[in-house]
C-alpha cells in the first residue's frame, strides 16, 4: 500500500541520518543506506540538514545506488527552498556522464526553486535542442518560470510528428499560459481522451499548468482516476467563491466523489467479451477506463447475478485496493438499485478501518455506503470524520458533509457546524453550504 518502500523502514533520526551521508564510501556497508538517510532526512528541514546534502551531491560516484541517492539529495534540497543549492544544481545540466536522470532531476529541482538567474535558464533552453530524452518536463520548467524566449521552439515541438503526446501536451500548457494561445485548450480537452492511460494522465498535469478552469466539466468526466481530477480542482482552484463564469466548483467536487460510472466519457475498447465474469475481471484493471466501462457494462445484467459475481470475487479483491474501489463502487450502485448486500456494512467496517491509510480511494465510498444503510453509527463517528487527526485527507471529510447533505435539516446543520473551521476551504465551503 505505501508507495515508497523506505515507509516501512524504522524510522531514522536527523543525527542518525547526518552520521549515514557524512560516511565516506569505504566505511558505509550497503550504498543503499545513503538513500534511506536522504529519503528521512527530509523530515528535518534545517541548515545542518542542507550543508550536509550540499556536501554529498558535491561528490561523484559512478556506483549507482550512489547516483540515486545523489539525484534524491537534489529533489530534497529543492523542497528545503535552498537556494543556495542553485549554483551546484545548475552544474549538472552539463552532466559529463550523460547521465539524463541526472539532468532531470536538475532541471525539476531548479523550477522548483523558482531560478531566476538568466544564465541557468539559458542553459535549460539549449537542452531544448539537443538529444534529450525528457524533453517534457524542460517545457514544463520553462513554463512554471514564466520564460517565453523558447516559445517558437515550443511551438514547433507541438507539431513535430515525432514528439510524444507528453511532448506536446505541455507545449500546449506552455502556448498557452505563455502566449495566450486558448485555441490550444481543444488539444488538452482530446488528450483526456487518448488511448494509453498514462498520456491521460499527463493531460491532467497539462491542464492544471495551463491553468484554465473551463476545462473542469470535461475533466471530470474523463476516464482517469478521482484523484488525478480532486489534485486538479485543487490546483486550479485558488480562491474561496463557489460559482466561476458557469461552473459550480462544489458541484464539481460532489460529481467527482459520486463518481458515477455512468456519466464518465468512457473510450471505446475493441474486441470486448460479453460476458459477465469478464466484466467481473476488468474491475482488476489498472486502465480506469476499463473499470468504469465494466461497472457501466455490468447494470445491464441482471443484478443479482452481479451480486453473486462480485461477492464470489470479494476475497481476492479486498489484497488489490485498486479493485477494492471498484468494487464497492459497483456494491454503492446496486444499493441505488434497492439490491442489498447483507454482508454490505462488514465491508465498509473492514474499508473504514485503520488497515488502511486514511487517502484510499475507497473510503469516501464507504462513508457514503455507511451514512445510506447505518444513520446511527454514520452520526457515532461524525466526531471523528470531522476532526482532521482522525481523518487527515479532505475528501473523507468532505465526503462526510456529502451524506449529511441529504439529512433532515435540523441533523445537517447541527453537525455541519463542526466543519466550518475545517483547514481546507473546499471542506468550509461546504459546511456553509450546508448552513446558509
Known sequence: MQSNPFNNLPKINKIEAINILRKPISEVKLLVDYYKAVFHLVNFPCEESEKVLLDFIKYDCEKLEYKIAKRKAIEVLAIFDCKKAIPTIAGFLQNDNNDDYLIETAIWSLGKLKCKDNDIINEICLILYKKFNNKRLVIQTLTNLGVR????????????????????????????KLAGEEDKLSYLKDFLKLSNQNDRHCAVQDIINAGHLSVLPVLIKAPISPSFKLQAIESLWNNEVVFWKNINLLNCIDS????????????????LNNDLSFYIQQLFHTDFNRCYLAIHELLKYPLDKVLYYLNYNWDRAKSDYGAIYFFINAYKLLLDQELYDELILDKVDFLLSDNWPNYMKFKSSAIQILGSLNENKFYNNIIEFSDERHTPYWKNRYTALLVLQDKQIHIKKKYAKLFLDDSHKFVRLKAKEIIP
Do not use: C, H, M, Q
Open 149 to 176: 524566449k523558447e516559445i517558437d521552439k515550443i511551438r514547433s515541438l507541438s507539431r513535430d510528428k515525432e514528439s510524444s503526446n507528453g511532448v506536446k501536451g505541455a507545449s500546449f500548457a506552455a502556448l498557452i
Open 256 to 271: 467527482v466523489i459520486f463518481d458515477d460510472p455512468t456519466k464518465i466519457d468512457t473510450l471505446e475498447i475493441k474486441n
